[in-house]
């Protein structure tokens, strides 16, 4: 059975738009490094590279592409604050041209 918490941050996830969903797994994943969590960092790291679409998304999402297999292949080896620093500066990079520039 679901906490109640657990039931909020479900719904939250289901009716999110795709670009608050990306900005919600960086930030999971940092805070996977930050608590030595590497199952649930690779998860993270797993579910960013089945959502690039290489072929719409072009040159960025290929370069994209190979940050998240080197950081999932390092999360393997254990050095989770390059990683940390990895998915900060995509999260701020995401925030200030993809979320920020939705309308409200």
Same mark, same amino acid.
């Not at 490094?33 to 690039?52: N, P, Y």
């Given at each position: ?24 797994? &960086? /930030?999971t994943?940092?805070?996977a490094?930050?608590? $030595?969590d590497? @199952?649930?960092? #690779?998860?993270? %790291?797993?579910e *960013? ?12 999402a ?5 940050? &998240? /297999? ?7 080896? $254990?050095?989770l @604050?390059?990683? #940390?620093?990895? %998915?900060?500066? *995509? ?14």
């Amino acid at each position: 059975m679901y906490s109640a918490r657990q039931q909020y941050q479900q719904q939250s996830v289901q009716t999110a738009p795709p670009e608050k969903l990306v900005e919600k797994l &960086y /930030e999971t994943g940092i805070q996977a490094c930050h608590q $030595g969590d590497r @199952d649930t960092l #690779r998860q993270v %790291l797993r579910e *960013l590279i089945d959502s690039l679409n290489v072929e719409q998304g072009g040159e960025l999402a290929e370069r994209l592409l190979a940050i &998240y /297999e080197f950081c999932f292949d390092e999360s393997a080896r $254990g050095d989770l @604050d390059v990683i #940390r620093e990895l %998915l900060e500066e *995509l999260r701020d990079g995401w925030r200030q041209g993809v979320v920020e520039e939705q309308p409200a």
